[in-house]
């Protein structure tokens, strides 16, 4: 069989997270953690599932150019960080080949995109982006 | 007889940091191993520390401090290996301080040694990213370098300063790397090389990456110091830690684990002698004399550019040239960083003539993921 | 039991190539390009884009226009010819994207460009017959178009779904009227990277054979001529044919305008005809009358009557609508278009 580079339970996982940005939500204080964590900052171990929104703001971007081996082919690589209903979350940029034409907390909506895939034979990893509601042409 | 120090560092070694493909762990290992115990009178040992975070990922080896024990002839003592990324070599000492401090006398070895170039560019890029956040950041493509650019961006845009200022780093520590001839930058840089040099990550550049380089770097540290040499104490060390996923904190223009480190390690104020800061990139250093309390938030550059910061001066960063111009080996990094400061407080060549009695090492965890700060200082 | 469409999306990428840029890469003539296909342009996803990622975003606006809820929803039905894996469904990425529940009917069907259409009848089925509630059905394709052949002018990336349903219709689907024969005018061969077409065979013989068949065995059985249509929406692989059979069969041009896409985005396969019905359903009043006919290469046609419902205006501007995204768009050239699709052979993905 080919050799698998990229694990898949590990991958399959967080299928929640990488999808629908399933957070959890403390029962006792109400704080949103995405990362989904175990204890709260409030000593609390209960948490409720709670997606995050799919609109927001962008509060900083960059553009990485020397990429990792898994994503040679697929560079430049735009990064930000957009606020989600109050969570800052952490993604790639897409549709967005001029990122210095974004205007500061720019609209940003959440779209589901392929991450990476392992060769020809292996498994192909979707997970979220965010993408400049009104283009970056 | 009460210790004024944590540790000693009775003996110490390094290898000029580089691109070694006629050696490999074994080899980088018991070269700087065999040295720094020569240095100490060859004392008995109690434990051997290796800091490494690439020895699974470049040098294929899992538990490898049997394999450098068995290879440098050294028998019957427990070696363990530190990783905790590019600041494995800072936990590591701090891990043989706790240890000298438990045994109550005796010696420990710490030896740093990591390989980046068993591999090539796009790989040690990925192993780097395993710094990140694997399932949240480095999944989807992000590197060290990245969050950085985002800290620098900040950083730059609250303080109002160009990437020209920031770009004096580089220069600098291109200067004093000139200067040593354990770095492996050895060339002075000018503005234009840096202005010149491709972009990274939007805005840093080439010349605000610290290379990978191979390297070794050992310490024997002794509860009692060497009563035939200087003694150079580690005092004490305090330790910080950040949010891990980089987006959930507050202020993206402070390395707060440092903050945290600097507050543990006791009061910095009035410090004056050597510091050493882990530049891994520009940004990190700036931002590092910043968090250590030795200037305000948002001066750092300003004063790194009106020469503050350079040899002379009541608190001299960097030296031997910092990551920059030594080069990021990675796990070892933090080690290189003692023996300079070690080597700045004995007047060694290079570093004749500073008249520095006290030093700091401040050495970090990818970004900002988590620092130890060491002060040390020339005991009498 | 009245059973129709509850709510639809659609998924246009982005970038745009003109035909005029590929025509210049091989040294054909360009204006005589446009003129056989009346096609300026076509879509293009990015490279990170694949007719998964496509499916997702039209059923996640599908779902928004229906307001239903995910666990409501019983069957998912992905038709397509280009799917990112040839052993594993688009289906079952869409149930956790979607966030449905795991007690839910899921497959991917195959049918050239008819599936996203067989998709549509068999959930009336189950809606029909009681098993579901609501279902989802997905026509999206990324197909390849080998560079340098025809094909290439024309091969278009895009998605499009549909909720069916029997409650709160925005449109009723009143009939369905299948025709289909073993007639190879396209195919292509399992692990093939590109497909295979009979030229002038994939034109009277095949597209028109089986549209034409559907329509007219629809019309008769239900009594109906070409003047009781307010609109007719046909599988469009260029411009030209869905015209020319609508002239065939009796309806005048302005009829069929409304439901065209071809000319900016290319032939989208499993989404063509049903990306047109998206498109006039943004623009139709309620009790509009609507003749869809599809086509998929082997050959076969499903052909459909639908009928707008009061329901349907409000639910428009629920998410995006094709007139915004056929305007959303920025031109890439052949360079760019042969990475983003992928055609540079890459060793790794």
């Not at chain 2, 904190?249 to 684990?257: E, G």
């Not at chain 3, 998912?76 to 994207?97: C, M, N, Q």
């Not at chain 3, 549209?211 to 059985?221: D, F, S, T």
């Amino acid at each position: 069989m080919v050799d698998q580079n990229l694990s898949v339970p590990k991958y399959w996982r967080k299928i929640p997270q990488y999808y629908r940005l399933t957070a959890v939500k403390c029962r006792k204080c109400g704080r949103v953690y995405f990362p989904p964590r175990a204890v709260c900052e409030c000593g609390s171990r209960e948490f409720d599932e709670y997606e995050l929104p799919r609109r927001g703001k962008l509060i900083e971007y960059t553009v990485l150019r020397s990429v990792t081996s898994d994503f040679e082919k697929q560079r430049p690589l735009a990064f930000g960080i957009a606020d989600l209903g109050g969570v800052r979350v952490f993604g790639q940029l897409v549709d967005c080949p001029n990122p210095d034409k974004l205007s500061e907390g720019a609209e940003v909506e959440v779209v589901f995109r392929r991450v990476k895939e392992d060769s020809d034979y292996g498994i192909i990893y979707y997970g979220f982006k965010l993408r400049p509601v009104k283009g970056c042409w | 007889m009460r210790n004024s120090a944590l540790g000693y560092i009775n003996g110490f070694a390094i290898t000029p940091p580089g691109r070694y493909y006629d050696k490999g762990y074994r080899e980088l290992f018991a070269e700087v191993a065999l040295k720094a115990l020569e240095a100490a009178g060859n004392p008995d040992i109690k434990a051997i520390y290796v800091a490494s975070a690439l020895s699974e990922l470049t040098g294929e080896q899992l538990a490898i401090g049997n394999v450098l024990r068995d290879y440098a002839g050294l028998r019957n003592i427990p070696s363990i290996r530190i990783e905790n990324g590019d600041g494995s070599g800072g936990f590591a000492i701090m891990t043989a301080l706790n240890h000298l401090a438990s045994a109550g006398n005796g010696c420990m070895l710490v030896v740093g040694v990591d390989k980046p170039h068993e591999v090539i560019s796009l790989k040690q890029n990925k192993y780097a990213s395993y710094l990140l956040d694997s399932d949240y950041e480095a999944y989807f493509g992000a590197t060290p370098v990245a969050l950085a650019a985002i800290m620098a961006k900040q950083y730059m845009r609250n303080y109002e300063y160009k990437y020209e200022d920031l770009a004096t780093w580089a220069i600098k520590m291109h200067e004093r790397g000139a200067k040593n001839p354990y770095a492996y930058f050895k060339r002075a840089a000018k503005l234009k090389d840096v202005l010149d040099s491709e972009l990274v990550a939007d805005p840093l550049r080439l010349y605000d990456v610290s290379p990978f380089v191979d390297g070794a770097a050992a310490l024997v540290l002794c509860s009692k110091p060497n009563p035939n040499d200087l003694a150079i104490g580690i005092v004490n060390y305090g330790f910080g830690a950040s949010n891990s996923y980089f987006a959930s904190r507050n202020d993206y223009t402070v390395l707060s684990s440092v903050v945290e480190a600097a507050k543990a390690v006791g009061p910095l104020e009035g410090f004056n002698g050597v510091v050493s800061v882990h530049d891994t990139y520009s940004i990190f250093g700036v931002l590092a004399l910043e968090a250590l309390g030795l200037c305000k938030r948002g001066s750092a550059l300003r004063l790194l550019n009106e020469g503050y910061f350079d040899q002379g001066g009541r608190v001299m960063v960097n030296l031997d040239g910092g990551l920059k111009a030594v080069g990021n080996s990675m796990g070892a990094s933090g080690v290189y960083q003692m023996v300079g400061v070690v080597m700045q407080l004995r007047g060694d060549k290079p570093f004749n003539g500073l008249n520095a009695e006290s030093a700091m090492v401040e050495d970090m965890v990818g970004v900002d993921q988590e620092s130890v700060v060491f002060t040390l200082r020339v005991v009498k | 039991m009245a059973v129709g469409i509850v709510g639809w999306g659609a998924y246009i990428p982005r970038y745009r190539i003109k035909t005029r840029e590929i025509a210049e890469a091989w040294g054909d003539d360009a204006l005589r390009i446009r003129d056989m296909y009346l096609v300026e342009e076509k879509a293009v996803g990015y490279i990170d884009e694949d007719p998964v990622t496509m499916a997702v975003e039209a059923s996640r606006d599908a779902l928004t226009r229906a307001g239903i809820a995910p666990s409501e929803v019983g069957a998912v039905f992905a038709g397509t010819e280009s799917k990112p894996y040839a052993v594993k469904p688009i289906s079952s990425i869409l149930i956790d994207a979607l966030n449905l529940k795991r007690q839910v009917y899921s497959v991917d069907m195959e049918f050239a460009c008819k599936a996203g259409s067989d998709a549509i009848v068999n959930l009336m089925g189950l809606v029909k017959s009681g098993l579901i509630k609501y279902g989802i059905a997905v026509g999206t394709d990324s197909s390849q178009g080998e560079p340098g052949e025809h094909l290439e002018y024309t091969v278009g990336t895009g998605a499009v779904a549909y909720v069916i349903g029997a409650t709160n219709l925005v449109a009723e689907i009143k009939y369905t009227y299948p025709f289909a024969s073993d007639t190879p005018d396209f195919w292509r061969r399992d692990g093939s990277p590109y497909p295979v077409h009979g030229e002038g065979f994939t034109g009277e013989p095949a597209y028109f054979r089986h549209i034409i068949g559907a329509a007219k065995g629809l019309m008769e059985e239900l009594g109906m001529k070409p003047n009781d249509f307010d609109y007719a929406i046909f599988h469009q692989p260029n411009a030209r044919f869905p015209v020319r059979v609508a002239q065939m069969l009796g309806f005048p041009l302005e009829k069929v305008k409304p439901g065209i896409v071809v000319d900016l985005i290319g032939n989208t396969y499993n989404a063509s005809a049903l990306l047109g019905l998206a498109k006039v359903l943004e623009e139709a009043k309620p009790g509009s009358r609507i003749l869809v006919v599809t086509f998929g290469s082997g050959a076969g046609s499903n052909a459909f009557y639908i009928e707008t419902t009061d329901l349907l205006p409000s639910r428009v501007k629920l998410a995006r609508t094709v007139g915004e995204m056929l305007e959303d768009k920025v031109y890439i050239d052949y360079s760019l278009y042969l990475k983003y699709r992928k055609i540079i052979r890459m060793i790794h993905g």
